[in-house]
Nanobody
Framework: QVQLVESGGGLVQAGGSLRLSCAAS????????MGWFRQAPGKEREFVAA?????AYADSVKGRFTISRDNAKDTVYLQMNSLKPEDTADYYC??????????????WGQGTQVTVSS
């Protein structure tokens, strides 16, 4: 079992930055593919980024968001720059046992809200 707790959400103006953190506990953190997803009001949850040895990003965030991890701290981060109002959503941390299944992860965090004002 893996528990995931996100933090770092908040209200920011367009063009600003936020860094989300996700602290993991439970089984060996380094063995998991870690990802971030988001869900805007009235929309389906969508993939944002993932990391293990390599990284992957949704086209909508490429060049603006950076995912990273610190295996010594069992934490994954999402640095979000040049934020846009359309980035407004609840952001969820997720863990998957395989890279190929990152879009259907085994574990989810409870989410943290990000609001970008225009």
């Amino acid at each position: 079992q893996v528990q995931l707790v996100e933090s770092g959400g908040g209200l920011v103006q367009a063009g600003g930055s936020l860094r989300l953190s996700c602290a993991a506990s439970g089984r060996t953190f380094s063995s998991y593919v870690m990802g971030w997803f988001r869900q805007a009001p009235g929309k389906e949850r969508e993939f944002v980024a993932a990391i293990k040895g390599s990284t992957a990003y949704a086209d909508s965030v490429k060049g603006r968001f950076t995912i990273s991890r610190d295996n010594a701290k069992d934490t994954v981060y999402l640095q979000m720059n040049s934020l846009k109002p359309e980035d407004t959503a609840d952001y969820y941390c997720a863990a998957s046992s395989r890279w190929g299944s990152i879009k259907t992860p085994n574990y989810w965090g409870q989410g943290t809200q990000v609001t970008v004002s225009s």
